[in-house]
């Protein structure tokens, strides 16, 4: 199976880019404006990716059980 970015729902990336800014602004990480993330730190980069991942499993946990976010 071969990895990549490819959205399942393409649909989904505006929310995730919402969900990427929200993230970068809780965290105080500057997102790059040209989109280019090699001059992020790997802790910022980390920290980013976690609190996404983090917010994503809330999301679906509440989806589960019913609650409306």
């Known amino acids: ?3 990549s970015n490819q959205l399942i729902v393409p649909q989904a990336n505006q929310a995730l880019n919402q969900l ?4 970068a ?3 105080g990480v500057q997102i790059p404006a040209d989109g280019y993330y ?3 730190s790997t802790r910022d980069a980390g920290s ?3 609190y996404i991942t983090k917010k994503l ?4 946990e509440q989806q ?6």
């Open 38 to 40: 090699g001059n992020v």
């Open 57 to 60: 499993v809330q999301i679906a």
């Open 20 to 23: 990427k800014l929200e993230a």
């Open 48 to 50: 980013l990716g976690g």
């Open 1 to 3: 199976m071969s990895r």
């Open 25 to 27: 602004q809780e965290l």
């Open 64 to 69: 589960l059980s019913g609650g409306i976010r």
